[in-house]
């Protein structure tokens, strides 16, 4: 029998949200892009307004359905429509700018008490160097936000480093949901 695993990817403005979606999908994956009017503008040429989806098959006719959020606060009412059955949350960060921490603990703020309850796993995205600092400071973070979710570098172009996550997101949920079991990332298709 199919089935299908809903995740979502949040995350600051310019965290990578619609990059792993793009770098993951194996259907031309649906954006909601528009042109930064803000002062985003100085630093991308577009954000997310509505959410982004994509689809990976990972077996069978087994489905993981992949949902983007627009990274401002503002749109935080677009979880409520992803939210029914969602099994896991990963929570992209930039990590090329000195504000990565600011932006991680503004995603928490709008969404902490939402993910509270599911898997969820940190990506460190853009980051030019491991940071031994960066990665204290968001287990801090977490840790404040009375959260625990694994911390890990990915380039979100990358889409190794995406099936990377979500077999994290699939170890964490272990037990606790119908999931295919022991897929490696070599399986998923
Ligand atoms: N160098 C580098 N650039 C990246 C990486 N991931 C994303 N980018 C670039 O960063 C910019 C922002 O990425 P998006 O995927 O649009 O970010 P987003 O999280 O969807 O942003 P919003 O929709 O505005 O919330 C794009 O220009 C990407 O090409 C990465 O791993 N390395
Ligand atoms: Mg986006």
């Known amino acids: 029998m199919s089935a299908s695993h809903k995740l979502l990817f949040i995350g600051e403005p310019g965290a990578g949200k619609t990059t792993c979606i793009a770098a993951v999908s194996d259907i031309p994956p649906v954006t909601t892009d528009v042109g930064c009017t803000d002062e985003l503008a100085l630093r991308k040429p577009t954000t997310t307004v509505a959410f982004d989806y994509g689809e990976l098959g990972i077996g069978g006719e087994d489905r993981l359905l992949l949902y983007g959020l627009p990274g401002q606060a503002r749109f935080k009412f677009m979880f409520d429509i992803v939210r029914e059955g969602l099994l896991g949350v990963v929570v992209l960060v930039d990590g090329s700018t000195e504000f990565a921490v600011q932006g991680l603990r503004e995603t928490l703020e709008t969404y902490a008490g939402e993910v509270r ?16 600092t960066l990665l204290r400071q968001c287990r801090a973070l977490l840790d404040q936000y009375g959260l625990v979710a694994p911390i890990l570098p990915v380039d979100a172009r990358r889409r190794a480093d995406i099936v990377r996550l979500f077999e994290l997101l699939f170890i964490l949920l272990d037990g606790e949901a119908d999931i295919p079991a022991g897929r490696g990332a070599s399986q998923w298709h």
Not at 117 to 132: F, G, Y
């Open 117 to 132: 309850e599911l898997p969820l796993v940190i990506a460190l995205n853009k980051l030019t160097t491991p940071s031994e």
